[in-house]
Every structure is written in structure tokens, then in C-alpha cells.
């Protein structure tokens, strides 16, 4: 079992950055490919990004694509979400994801790495609000 706590999250202006990050505990997340999304209210949970075992691929949302950046640490157990530049729809609930089977096989994670079914641990989330 992996256990999944998001923090970060905050009330930021437009145009400004937060940084997400996701701590893990239980099992050592180097076996598993990450996983962010998230939920506006209203609105059904989407695709954020994403990054493989070993952190070598990444993928992005086209929403957050050259504004957002996903990495992690393994020695420290720990997944980041670095978001500038940040707009008024950005806000949400962050939700972040691993998967261990996503990081067994690169081809089923280039297939399935923006599918949230593909994923069995989750977070409980972390709030970002942005005014404009």
C-alpha cells in the first residue's frame, strides 16, 4: 500500500506559482509512475500531468503545457508540481496519483498515463485558488 498526502496548496494571485508537492509513505515510489489531476467545482476530475518511474518521460495537459512542470525526487520519496504563470481557471482540487503498474511497462504507461482508472493510489488533495 502507498499512502499519498499532497501539500502546497494555497491562495496565489494571477500570474503567480505555486509548488505542489506529494509525499509518500509505505512503499518506495521509485516503482511507480505519478500522476497529477484535478477537479474544479462543478466540473469533472481532469489530466494534469504526469511522470514515468524513473522520471525520464513526462506528459502534459494541453491546458498546463509549458507552464506547469511535474518531477520527482525518489531518494526522498517525493513527487512536485511546479505551476506558473498560474490563471483564474487553474483553481481546483490537486489530486495526486501513482500507479505501479504504469511503472512496470513503458508502453502500457504511454498509453495509459492520462487515464485516472489506470491509477490505484491517490491523495486526498490539495486546494489552489487563484484570483484574478
Known amino acids: 500500500q502507498v499512502q499519498l498526502v499532497e501539500s502546497g496548496g494555497g491562495l496565489v494571485q494571477a500570474g503567480g506559482s505555486l509548488r505542489l508537492s506529494c509525499a509518500a509513505s509505505?512503499?518506495?515510489?521509485?516503482?511507480?509512475?505519478m500522476g497529477w489531476f484535478r477537479q474544479a467545482p462543478g466540473k469533472e476530475r481532469e489530466f494534469v500531468a504526469s511522470?514515468?518511474?524513473?522520471?525520464?518521460?513526462?506528459y502534459y495537459a494541453d491546458s498546463v503545457k509549458g507552464r506547469y512542470t511535474i518531477s520527482r525526487d525518489n531518494a526522498k520519496n517525493t513527487v512536485y508540481l511546479q505551476m506558473n504563470s498560474l490563471k483564474p481557471e487553474d483553481a481546483a482540487v490537486y489530486y495526486c496519483?501513482?500507479?505501479?503498474?504504469?511503472?512496470?511497462?513503458?508502453?502500457?504507461?504511454?498509453?495509459?498515463?492520462?487515464?485516472?482508472?489506470?491509477?490505484?493510489?491517490w491523495g486526498q488533495g490539495t486546494q489552489v485558488s487563484v484570483s484574478s
Open positions: 496519483a501513482a500507479d505501479r503498474r504504469l511503472g512496470r511497462s513503458s508502453a502500457y504507461y504511454s498509453d495509459n498515463y492520462a487515464r485516472q482508472n489506470s491509477y490505484d493510489y
Open positions: 509505505g512503499r518506495a515510489l521509485s516503482s511507480y509512475a
Open positions: 511522470i514515468s518511474r524513473g522520471g525520464g518521460s513526462t
